[in-house]
């Protein structure tokens, strides 16, 4: 199985969190949503300063890791907010 790796960047500490393994980006999506609207995470109460973004993939099968050159950003937490607050 090919596993999505993703990892949030903290921007305004200008560092990535650990990596996380996803079935599929939309299931990361998912998982960052629910982040930006929890009253009990750093994201949702900073959301201006954190980004999900995409940096590869993972086999299951052979063990292998291929990397984005360059990170590819999926969402930022404050448009989920935002977002959140439509609905």
């Known amino acids: 199985m090919i596993k999505q790796i993703l990892a949030i960047k903290d921007q305004k500490a200008g560092y990535f969190l650990d990596p996380q393994t996803?079935?599929?980006?939309?299931?990361?999506?998912?998982?960052?949503?629910?982040?930006?609207?929890?009253?009990?995470?750093l994201v949702c109460t900073n959301p201006e300063d954190f980004v999900l973004y995409h940096i590869g993939e993972f086999d299951t099968a052979t063990g292998t890791v291929h990397h984005n050159a360059v990170p590819k950003s999926v969402m930022r937490a404050d448009s989920l907010k935002k977002l959140a607050s439509v609905q």
């Not at 996803?22 to 609207?37: D, P």
Request: aromatic residues 10%; hydrophobic residues 25%.
């Open 22 to 41: 996803y079935k599929s980006i939309g299931e990361a999506e998912r998982q960052f949503q629910h982040m930006a609207n929890d009253t009990k995470t």
